[in-house]
């Protein structure tokens, strides 16, 4: 079984600088994965690419030769790889061996993952290669500084969640750029209650009761829960790995090591 991340999320979030720091985090701790660009638009990296779209559409060239816009040519990228996934996408895939991890660095455009069919599809045919894969959604943490804006970021990471139908793993990124991290103790992992109380606040009588559904439907979908992500220390960027592999089973089927060793003789 192959392992795979659908590293997703807004414009900015820090999606591919993400996927540089676990990189080069399990270079150190000599662990081998395979980061895969998957933005037709993208232009540098901080990190070796074992797949890249460009290789079979460009944005650049779809804009120029059929005239489209940036968010149109990459709707087009994106369903040009969808009639390609058992070409292009299977062909590169059969480089990798079973067990392979691939991290896929996703574009930024939120309609991909919550308006459009193409990622979901995408997801199937890696399930179809037996892979297991998991989604992890960036949001950032400078825009999560009050009950409105957190709201808002929920919808939006389960509007990908319901579109997608597989694992989950939310994560706040730039808390390193944070400068009052208590802002955020709040909304790392909060209470219902608290929630409901923060937007009746701010928000006139006559959202009451939108506020009471939007309130039932972040915490049905258990949407409330963030992990924080700073990338300048080790053990967070450690934690969050440990999270996603425990998401999809990484790692299980492993044989235990058993340190030999003799006891003691009583004196």
Not at 71 to 79: A, F, I, P, T
Not at 99 to 114: A, N, R
Request: charged content about 25%; hydrophobic content about 40%; some cysteine.
């Amino acid at each position: 079984m192959g392992y795979a991340q659908l590293v997703i999320g807004p414009a900015g979030s820090g999606k591919s600088t993400y996927c540089s720091s676990l990189y080069e985090h399990c270079v150190a701790s000599r662990r081998t994965i395979h980061v895969v660009n998957l933005d037709p638009a993208a232009e540098n990296f901080d990190y070796p690419v074992a797949m890249d779209i460009r290789e079979l559409i460009s944005l650049d060239d779809v804009m120029e030769e059929l005239g489209l816009g940036p968010n149109g040519g990459l709707v087009y990228c994106m369903e040009h790889l969808e009639d390609n996934l058992d070409d292009w996408l299977t062909e590169e895939l059969d480089n990798y061996l079973d067990d392979d991890y691939l991290v896929f660095d996703c574009p930024g455009q939120i309609e991909l993952y919550s308006h459009v069919p193409v990622f979901k599809n995408f997801m199937e045919h890696l399930k179809r290669k037996n892979f297991s894969v998991c989604a992890v959604y960036l949001l950032d943490s400078q825009f999560m500084t009050d009950v409105t804006k957190f709201i808002s970021g929920c919808m939006a990471c389960l509007s990908a969640m319901v579109q997608l139908e597989i694992p989950h793993v939310n994560i706040l990124s730039k808390m390193d750029l944070v400068t009052n991290k208590k802002d955020l103790d709040d909304f790392l992992d909060p209470e219902p209650t608290f929630l409901l109380s923060e937007l009746n606040q701010r928000m006139g009588p006559q959202y009451a009761k939108l506020n009471k559904a939007l309130i039932e439907l972040v915490s049905n979908y258990s949407m409330v829960s963030f992990i924080p992500l700073d990338l300048r220390k080790e053990k967070s960027i450690q934690y969050v790995l440990g999270q996603i592999d425990n998401c999809i089973q990484y790692g299980e089927d492993a044989d235990v090591k058993v340190k030999d060793f003799d006891p003691e003789e009583d004196e």
